[in-house]
C-alpha cells in the first residue's frame, strides 16, 4: 500500500454502503449456493467455509444461510445460476476482470458491455488481461483499536504472505489455499473479520489521476453494483488523497 491506493481498498471503504442497501447479503447467498454445490458441509468445503464467515462478518441471520445451502442441493426456487468471468479495459487502459453468478447470460453480458462503453471503456476477449492477475487471497480485519504488531505476527505464523495496514483495516494476503488457516487463526486470536476472499490481484497498477481517475472508480463501482457481479478486480492504482476524496463522494 506505501505511495498509492488499490481499487481492493477502496471497494471495501464503499462495502459499507452496500450492507446498509441489502446489496452484500444477496451477493453472499449467491456465493453461499454456488459454494454448496460442491458439498454442504463447511468442514469439507473451504469456499463455503470462507463464504459462511464472510455471512457472519456482516451478521446475516444464521437462517438466510441455511436457506442459501438448501437452495444448492433443493433448487428452492429451480434457479440455475452461471459462474462467469468477464475481462475489459477501462479509462487509461486499466485492465478490469469481472465475475458474476447469473441465470440469464444474455441479459448480464449485455448489461456489463453497456457499462464498460458508457464509461471509457470496452469489454474485452477471454484471457485478454488475465495474465495481469493472480489469484489471491485477501482478509481484511478491523484496524480501529487493533494490535498491528500481533495482527501481523498472528497473520505471518499461520502461512500469511504479507501485511498492509490500510487505514481503519489491516490487509492480510495469502496464497488461495492458505486463506482458511489465516483467517481461522485471526479470528481465534480475537481479531475482527471484515471479508475474506479468493480473488484476482494485479501484478502491477495503472496510477490514474483526475478526471480518467475518478471515470475509472465511476465505472468499477457501478460495475460491483450490478445485481449479477460478484467481484471486480482492477490494477487501478491512485494517490491516497484522491483515493479518499473518491471514495467519498
Same mark, same amino acid.
Given at each position: 500500500?506505501?505511495?498509492?491506493?488499490?481499487?481492493?481498498?477502496?471497494?471495501?471503504?464503499?462495502?459499507?454502503?452496500?450492507?446498509?442497501?441489502?446489496?452484500?447479503? /444477496?451477493?453472499?447467498?449467491?456465493?453461499?449456493?454456488?459454494?454448496?454445490?460442491?458439498?454442504?458441509?463447511?468442514?469439507?468445503?473451504?469456499?463455503?467455509?470462507?463464504?459462511?464467515?464472510?455471512?457472519?462478518?456482516?451478521?446475516?441471520?444464521?437462517?438466510?444461510?441455511?436457506?442459501?445451502?438448501?437452495?444448492?442441493?433443493?433448487?428452492?426456487?429451480?434457479?440455475?445460476?452461471?459462474?462467469?468471468?468477464?475481462?475489459?479495459?477501462?479509462?487509461?487502459?486499466?485492465?478490469?476482470?469481472?465475475?458474476?453468478? /447469473?441465470?440469464?447470460?444474455?441479459?448480464?453480458?449485455?448489461?456489463?458491455?453497456?457499462?464498460?462503453?458508457?464509461?471509457?471503456?470496452?469489454?474485452?476477449?477471454?484471457?485478454?488481461? !488475465?495474465?495481469?492477475?493472480?489469484?489471491?487471497?485477501?482478509?481484511?480485519?478491523?484496524?480501529?483499536?487493533?494490535?498491528?504488531?500481533?495482527?501481523?505476527?498472528?497473520?505471518?505464523?499461520?502461512?500469511?504472505?504479507?501485511?498492509?495496514?490500510?487505514?481503519?483495516?489491516?490487509?492480510?494476503?495469502?496464497?488461495?489455499?492458505?486463506?482458511?488457516?489465516?483467517?481461522?487463526?485471526?479470528?481465534?486470536?480475537?481479531?475482527?473479520?471484515?471479508?475474506?476472499?479468493?480473488?484476482?490481484?494485479?501484478?502491477?497498477?495503472?496510477?490514474?489521476?483526475?478526471?480518467?481517475?475518478?471515470?475509472?472508480?465511476?465505472?468499477?463501482?457501478?460495475?460491483?453494483?450490478?445485481?449479477?457481479?460478484?467481484?471486480?478486480?482492477?490494477?487501478?492504482?491512485?494517490?491516497?488523497?484522491?483515493?479518499?476524496?473518491? !471514495?467519498?463522494?
Amino acid at each position: 500500500m506505501s505511495g498509492h491506493s488499490k481499487w481492493s481498498s477502496i471497494k471495501h471503504k464503499k462495502a459499507v454502503k452496500d450492507q446498509r442497501r441489502g446489496k452484500v447479503f /444477496t451477493k453472499l447467498i449467491r456465493e453461499i449456493t454456488i459454494a454448496a454445490r460442491s458439498g454442504d458441509d463447511p468442514d469439507g468445503n473451504p469456499r463455503l467455509r470462507t463464504a459462511i464467515a464472510a455471512a457472519k462478518a456482516v451478521s446475516m441471520p444464521n437462517d438466510n444461510i441455511d436457506r442459501a445451502i438448501k437452495k444448492a442441493s433443493g433448487g428452492a426456487d429451480g434457479q440455475q445460476l452461471e459462474e462467469i468471468d468477464y475481462e475489459g479495459y477501462g479509462p487509461g487502459g486499466l485492465a478490469i476482470m469481472v465475475r458474476v453468478l /447469473t441465470d440469464n447470460r444474455n441479459r448480464t453480458v449485455s448489461d456489463i458491455r453497456h457499462l464498460f462503453a458508457k464509461h471509457g471503456g470496452n469489454l474485452g476477449e477471454v484471457h485478454c488481461v !488475465s495474465w495481469m492477475f493472480d489469484k489471491r487471497g485477501i482478509v481484511l480485519i478491523e484496524g480501529a483499536g487493533a494490535d498491528e504488531d500481533q495482527a501481523m505476527e498472528v497473520a505471518l505464523e499461520a502461512g500469511a504472505d504479507d501485511f498492509n495496514a490500510a487505514g481503519e483495516v489491516f490487509e492480510i494476503i495469502t496464497a488461495p489455499e492458505k486463506l482458511e488457516p489465516v483467517r481461522e487463526a485471526l479470528e481465534k486470536a480475537g481479531f475482527k473479520l471484515r471479508s475474506a476472499e479468493v480473488t484476482m490481484m494485479p501484478k502491477t497498477t495503472v496510477h490514474l489521476t483526475g478526471e480518467p481517475a475518478a471515470t475509472a472508480v465511476k465505472l468499477l463501482e457501478l460495475l460491483e453494483d450490478q445485481d449479477d457481479v460478484q467481484n471486480v478486480s482492477a490494477n487501478l492504482g491512485i494517490d491516497p488523497e484522491e483515493a479518499e476524496r473518491l !471514495s467519498a463522494a
